[in-house]
């Protein structure tokens, strides 16, 4: 291997001779980069090249707008990360006083909404719309299943035929 202070080398085949060192200095805008730098170097270029003239290729996935139970979720979340270690045991009684919205896998709100069990007793559930998340009204506040279904006929629905 042939190594000169400042200078790198790139080896060329010819017909005589299997391996030829030509030594280039390096430009203004280069350093001279080892065979892991040059590498990774190299792939980038071909990266940028493939992006460029292949658009449908995205390296980082766009993050889908979250719906209004998964922004509610995200703030009690945040909330909860700040709060204050009391005791060593964490912030568990502060955690009671807190609405922990419960959404379904599409980030809507479940129907049945409930605050956590305390001393052993489950929490208080509630019926809500699971666009809005606001209670409906004529469901009732019960420790345990409120039996939501029987009230999601109750809302409000967007009459589709005068469309």
Not at 18 to 42: F, H, N
Not at 113 to 124: A, D, F, N, V, Y
Request: charged share 30%.
């Amino acid at each position: 291997m042939y190594l000169v202070k400042g200078e790198s080398l790139e080896l060329q085949p010819d017909l005589d001779v299997s391996e030829i060192p030509i030594v280039r200095k390096p430009s203004k805008d280069t350093t001279w980069l080892g065979p892991k730098e040059s590498a990774v170097r190299q792939h980038r270029q071909e990266m940028k090249t493939k992006m460029k003239t292949n658009k449908v290729e995205e390296v980082r996935p766009t993050r889908p707008k979250q719906t209004q139970c998964q922004q509610e979720l995200d703030q009690v979340l945040e909330r909860i990360s700040k709060m204050p270690f009391r005791d060593n045991r964490g912030p568990l009684e502060d955690l009671y006083a807190l609405h922990i919205p419960n959404c379904d896998k599409r980030g809507q709100y479940n129907p049945k909404q409930c605050k956590m069990s305390l001393h052993g007793q489950r929490g208080e559930c509630w019926c809500v719309d699971p666009h809005t998340g606001r209670r409906i009204p004529s469901a009732p506040t019960v420790r345990g299943d409120p039996n939501c279904s029987q009230y999601l006929s109750e809302l409000e629905l967007p009459d589709t035929t005068q469309i």
